[in-house]
């Protein structure tokens, strides 16, 4: 038996929108867990969340107030994060913290030493690297498959720009949609990045750029012991949700693919056809969910460590600093510097 | 709201082994839907899943004595199945049974009769239908995307040859593997079979040939409107399961391919490679089985007819009948006919 | 050096059609290699081709009496084959000759033994077996890579029927088209039929069962050692020309897939495509007439054996008589026995 | 007839390496067309090389001053491209040149100018844009099959470092393997290059690093009209010779895939494999030498412009120079100001 046998779990989820709704099922469905209180401005929306879960609506002094709850999903506005996190904190509550930590590094490194005090569990929800295909490439690629890796190509394209009210408090592109990417290179090439240089445009609407931001991304970081890596982004692929990339290594190569809903090929008199990928994120990422969970369940009943924790949030974070400003000036950037 | 909102199901499950663990578990996650009683002769195992899901270990005769059980799950060895579809009936419970109906088509047929005399849904469990790959490829069919079919290829390999004891009690390889691909055949072509040819050898274990079975098939049928069906067989297939069909129309062709794991792309000094095909049938078709008990929940809750019925089970077993008539003969065998 | 360097060969071609003109061209590239008669009922043709060559045009006694013709290459309509192949040998000429040897079996026989006593050179121009994707596969089989094989899939589609006057005068579909699959067969299990089981149906067009004929065949061998192939051919693939098969061994499979005029993939809201096959024989086997071409020079210049011989052209003969046989008594037919 | 049915055209070939024999191998095939002389400093190679076609050994002045010749094919050293260029200029006849057309932009420039002055025909070979995927895909591109192209990102991946003696006369990897990545860019993208990014790092061999130069490279270009390029590119790729690229447009995708030798699939118990890309460059562009030779032979007989300019080889040029200058530099650079 585990050394978790037995032990349950209270929580309370924060924001019961899409996000919220995933984690809280996905969290819930594991042995001894129950939802307790669900927290959301709101209330209708908390309330058919808590009736789903046999849980309660509640307000957030009343879901950190109460001691039998041991854990909370952060899943609310970006701005809400940083607060519930060092909130949690204060509690001795662990955490599950949806990217990112927060726009601003400094209350990002509040969070980190917050958390670091209390002693508590903190997972920032980078799912990428739960995702079946994700994490099996980095396995092979830990196991040594391909030597050393050399070069990174990651392709990460949304469906569809989200709108520009949305745009407006996001942070703009580095930090909301790119943060991933960023994470997603610390984690492949295992190595700190030197230098970043980015450039970009606004191809899909001028309201983008009336809004100060961009759609089209072209990142390159050049890591400390020399290696590559090259992410190219899009808010629009009229074919759907790509998210791919690839790792050149010393002795070979590996590629993480899109996903098809269907593994239907059709021939007509043009062409032979396959299924365009999975939509969006919610599908994309479905099984990914539900194994960061399982792993935040873990770490939190058996108190092994954690594989995306806050300070992966802040590097994440300065990387996608550091690109904006090298888009804003039009330079290369040197990472951890003043620049 | 659906027609069925509100409404509630308490079901009893009748084997605890794999199938049963699988099918209980996606007929207690629906709205409204109870696991009260399980049975089976091994006590632990039932001991086991009826702690899993709040249910009590019973008898048969205690199971369908409760009036408040309305849905029956067999999952109990084949020889039990048409007793259980016939007290099933016999007490007003609808019905999701595991293929076969029964190895003796007499039987089989007496449980259709018995069914149709209690007005029960019963369903059988030719999950194939509902795998989303095949379930696609059927609605493209369907929408004329390859105007007529005219021709239909089977491939439908397991990845070993389960041991000869079972393969002694299995009816044959014809009623024991190629079932669910003349469920296939008769789905996909929308036609009756006309003629059925079938040969086969033993390549893989001479201990099969001992059994009086073969493990490597391969059958022809013709169909009334001549349509042509070609299904190839093995009990081994070193690299895994392989499930795949093609159907040749008029005017195009729809391909339904093999699954994988992951989406990852190895590349090394010689061969560019990708996963193998999920495992065995438990991964091949996770999602089929969660969507035929969903289909049997639907048509229990709110009156919709069963896409695959006793009825269809009949037909798939008369088809295996002809099968291995034809293979004992060494002759074609007309379907229907008395040989 | 090889041994043949410094030899010269002069040929004459029977036929100015296409495959004359591919064969022609492809034989005349050899160094040392000259056309010398173009002999055809189509004078214009006759004279085009050998215009593009240097050669003359000439009549059938004119291009058997020139003692410097080494080799003919034999591309006249089916019902010369034989004749010619006969008049060759007698004139102790090397031989390249088109599939088939001729329709009926007993003229064949007497090919055969007339090649054989004049001891010249005689291929049968099976090109499937040099084509670069089939021919690796055999390699790879040979090697041992797959183990023993067991079982044979063959897919053989033309995009489009021929008129129903050719079909008339074909010999019926076994001879016409299936006589590549049955020497595929051959080639690929290594091993003798012992029965043939064949069904069709004219799907696509009655004019041609009004000729006597069906556009789509159903095959299943079964070989001495037990092996099994089935073959599925049809008259019309409305995607274009579709020429796979798979062998499956007791280690593993191999598969021998289509090939695309380019490796374009095209990504849209709807679809992911990749072009169709190749057009017709004449785009797909392009590299095969080549390296068929290449073999017979290398077998007549430096005496070794052919890979497609005479015996082999009897024996697909052999296998197509069987199977049109079969399909017209509706009956599996053995191979070698009265029937 | 075209308009230049029954024109001949005699050429001279310069290098009797690879690529000489190649391309006057694909020029001697056109109709009308003879190789008559063949300068090489190794003579041996020249004899040889004339022997095939029946040419005549010649030097530099033997070439140029025979009026009989009307083209001269140039696939000697880099460092003799330009002097061979003008001197064709100068004594009118129509070149064809292996890129670069020379190592420094102001040579170029006057080779440009010769050309220009001359009224000859002058092609560079980049042989890519003839390639039967790349060619395919440009267009379907220019049919707006996917809108407007928006952001286009190259793999170009060389299976083995030359020798570093090579690499010390290449002009630095920028100019001696980027510059056909600068030429696919230009007429993909079909905008002009306003910014250039280059960072790169040698990663395989020390002793590049040490001839000055490196072995990996990560290019961003931004077009004048906002358009994004990311280039990658190694000199070595332990799976072979990888060349691709992919345009993203306003509604749509084009890929443009590795070529393989065969289209066979196999499958073992741990991978479903497929052959690793075409070797190197002169298996992959096989095709593509041929077709850029025919378009050569084209331009120069019907008096069409050829679709690879020495504008376009100086565009190149400026672009691998601007890059070189970025990763010196450690900065962006403007293209075409004074960086």
Same mark, same amino acid.
């Given at each position: ?7 349950? %779990? ?5 924001? #019961?929108?899409?996000?919220?709704? &995933? ?18 401005? !709101?209330?209708?929306? #908390? ?18 107030? !109460? ?9 609310? $506005? @970006? !701005?809400?994060? $940083?607060?519930? &996190? ?18 601003? &590094? ?19 929800? =980078?799912?990428?690297? =739960? !995702?079946?295909?994700?994490? *099996? ?5 830990? +196991? ?11 392709? $990460? ?16 592109? =580095? ?17 700190? +990045? ?25 990142? @390159?970081?050049? @890591? ?12 629009? +692929?009229?074919?759907? /949700? ?30 032979? $056809? ?6 969006? =994120? ?5 099984? #990914? ?7 935040? /369940? ?5 108190? @092994? ?5 806050? *300070?992966?949030? %802040? ?9 904006? %400003? ?5 330079? *290369? ?7």
């Amino acid at each position: 038996m585990t050394e978790g046998a037995g032990k349950t %779990l209270d929580f309370a989820v924060f924001g #019961a929108g899409r996000m919220g709704r &995933i984690h809280a099922a996905n969290l819930a469905r594991q042995p001894g867990v129950r939802l307790r209180y669900v927290v959301d401005v !709101d209330r209708d929306a #908390a309330a058919a969340l808590a009736a789903r879960h046999g849980a309660q609506v509640a307000d957030v002094d009343g879901a950190f107030g !109460d001691p039998s709850v041991g854990a909370t999903v952060i899943c609310s $506005s @970006t !701005d809400t994060h $940083s607060e519930l &996190i060092m909130k949690s904190a204060a509690a001795g509550k662990h955490i599950f913290c949806e990217k990112p930590v927060d726009l601003a &590094i400094e209350r990002a490194r509040q969070c980190a030493d917050a958390v670091a005090r209390a002693g508590v569990v903190c997972m920032i929800g =980078f799912q990428r690297r =739960f !995702d079946p295909t994700f994490a *099996a490439l980095k396995a092979r690629l830990d +196991a040594g498959e391909i030597g050393t890796p050399e070069m990174l190509i990651v392709t $990460s394209r949304d469906p569809g720009a989200p709108p520009v009210d949305y745009i407006r408090r996001s942070g703009g592109i =580095f930090k909301d949609m790119l943060i991933h990417d960023f994470d997603i290179f610390r984690w492949i090439l295992d190595d700190d +990045a030197d230098t970043v240089h980015a450039t970009g445009s606004c191809l899909s609407d001028p309201a983008i750029a009336d809004a100060g931001d961009i759609d089209s991304t072209a990142v @390159t970081i050049r @890591t400390k012991r020399g290696r590559l890596c090259q992410i190219n982004t899009a808010r629009r +692929a009229a074919y759907g /949700y790509d998210q791919r990339f690839e790792v050149l290594g010393s002795h070979g190569m590996l590629q993480a693919g899109n996903v098809r809903p269907t593994e239907v090929v059709g021939w007509s008199k043009t062409a032979v $056809s396959q299924d365009v990928p999975e939509a969006f =994120f919610l599908e994309r990422y479905r099984a #990914a969910y539900a194994h960061e969970i399982e792993h935040f /369940y873990s770490a939190v009943m058996q108190g @092994t460590p954690v594989r995306t924790t806050v *300070a992966d949030g %802040l590097k994440a974070l300065e990387l996608a600093e550091a690109a904006a %400003l090298s888009w804003r000036e039009g330079r *290369a950037v040197k990472v951890g510097a003043a620049g």
